[in-house]
């Protein structure tokens, strides 16, 4: 006999329980048991009235975000649907089946004001990095340091190619980003900047021949693949480098965590950089060396001449000394010459220098801390950093295909700097949750 389903009858008693119709092995479980935001309430009452109607919940509206970024839902308008619809996302953000969602246009109000101001979202990263600590999964041994090109919120047809004069009107009107990039300017006072070109719609966002976009700066534990810190930059290697050591020093400075080893790839082999882990830092630099002193053409590189440090000279395969001439002792003290008498009859000459009368050497400040990147890339334990700085690679591929940050919806520095450490904080509460289950059997989780 065929069944049908009989029509919906309102019951006069209703009893009904959000936590029943949650799956006990529903990630959201697993993250809700690990995130902890009562010290982002002590430090957010602060930028509150303590008189008037009272605001919504800002614990709300946090876990609303990372509930977002957890799965890939990039609109605030449509995460309010969701949130609207979905048991397990009421659950999440401890919200009742009557209980109303909060507008969308309540977040932007709130990140560009208090938000902003109290800086949250940082504070709410290393809340969960801490957690991260205290669970275990941090060893700080090694780190690994890398950077991702992530498209901005603006158009390559609003732009103006450098040199050209823009009209930016009055300040006080213009949109946000460019208010903050107008003023970035002025306290920065940089003639170069005015020299590239512009985005009419995000002029703090770096362009290029294809697209404008930002950098995120991820530095990262080899153990787990926890993320400590993350920094937005510009899209160059300086940029890079120099946002590795702020996160390195922040680090350092906050939870007193220093690795042993740096595993980068050669961007972060200039020699600057180098001197700095290994003179400053003490810090094995497990990169590779950024050098263009080998030559390709059959003729001696750096490596064929040997120096002696004690004398402070190079010595070149015929034995013969390059010395720093007393001209350019106060000039380039770091340039050495081989006198031209003895390279003229000079045997070898051809495979030194055929095409000068001399042949000339530079020597980097840093050359020593160089030289120690050199030589751990002969050892084992190099080839051991290559393969786990893949994890960073694997990050990034997450952020940009799973939690669909390809591209940027916020504007401005401020709005990527905010968007990298909410999709980080996210990151490394999906880590942690279901790393933890693999050891607690009753707290299993179900990747989404």
């Known amino acids: 006999m065929m069944g049908q389903q009989s029509g919906i009858q309102e019951q006069l008693f209703f009893c009904f329980s959000l936590e029943n119709h949650v799956p006990k092995d529903h990630l959201l479980r697993g993250i809700h048991r690990l995130l902890d935001l009562g010290d982002f309430r002590q430090q957010l009452s602060a930028f509150y009235s303590p008189i008037g109607r009272p605001s919504i919940d800002p614990e709300l509206m946090i876990r609303m975000l990372i509930l977002g970024y957890c799965f890939g839902i990039r609109s605030e308008r449509r995460l309010c649907e969701e949130v609207h619809l979905n048991l397990a996302y009421r659950w999440f953000c401890r919200l009742d089946l009557d209980d109303p969602v909060p507008d969308h246009s309540t977040f932007s109000k709130n990140r560009h004001g208090r938000f902003r101001e109290s800086q949250a979202f940082r504070l709410l990263f290393e809340t969960v990095l801490q957690r991260c600590m205290a669970e275990g999964l941090v060893k700080g041994e090694g780190f690994a340091t890398d950077a991702s090109i992530i498209k901005a919120d603006a158009q390559r047809q609003r732009r103006v190619e450098g040199g050209e004069t823009v009209d930016w009107g009055d300040p006080l009107q213009a949109s946000r980003p460019v208010r903050e990039y107008l003023a970035a300017l ?6 170069k900047e005015s020299a590239r070109t512009l985005s009419l719609t995000d002029p703090a966002a770096p362009g290029g021949p294809a697209f404008f976009a930002f950098c995120t700066n991820y530095l990262i534990d080899l153990e787990t693949g926890i993320i400590l810190d993350v920094e937005a930059s510009r899209v160059n290697k300086a940029a890079e480098v120099e946002a590795t050591r702020t996160m390195i020093d922040r680090v350092e400075d906050k939870f007193d965590l220093k690795p042993e080893r740096l595993v980068g790839d050669t961007n972060y082999g200039s020699a600057a950089m180098l001197g700095w882990l290994v003179d400053e830092k003490g810090i094995e630099p497990h990169v590779p060396v950024f050098d263009k002193s080998e030559r390709t053409d059959g003729t001696f ?23 720093t001439s007393w001209r350019t002792k106060k000039k380039d ?6 006198s031209q008498y003895d390279c003229l009859a000079c045997p070898l000459k051809e495979q030194c220098c055929p095409n000068t009368l001399n042949r000339k050497i530079v020597r980097s400040p840093f050359e020593s801390a160089r030289d120690v990147a050199r030589a751990i890339t002969k050892t084992e334990a190099y080839k051991q950093s290559r393969k786990e700085r893949k994890k960073v690679e694997m990050l990034f591929a997450h952020l940009k295909r799973i939690l669909r940050l390809d591209k940027l919806r916020l504007r401005g520095f401020t709005g990527a700097q905010d968007e990298f450490l909410l999709a980080a904080t996210a990151q490394n509460l999906r880590r942690m949750a279901k790393r933890l289950a693999i050891h607690d059997p009753l707290a299993q989780v179900t990747p989404a």
């Open 301 to 323: 590189g750096r490596s064929d001449f040997t120096f002696d440090a004690d004398n402070n000279r190079y010595i070149c395969p015929a034995g013969k000394f390059l010395k």
């Open 186 to 191: 002025e306290d920065i006072n940089d003639p």
């Open 333 to 338: 003290p770091l340039r050495y010459r081989a």
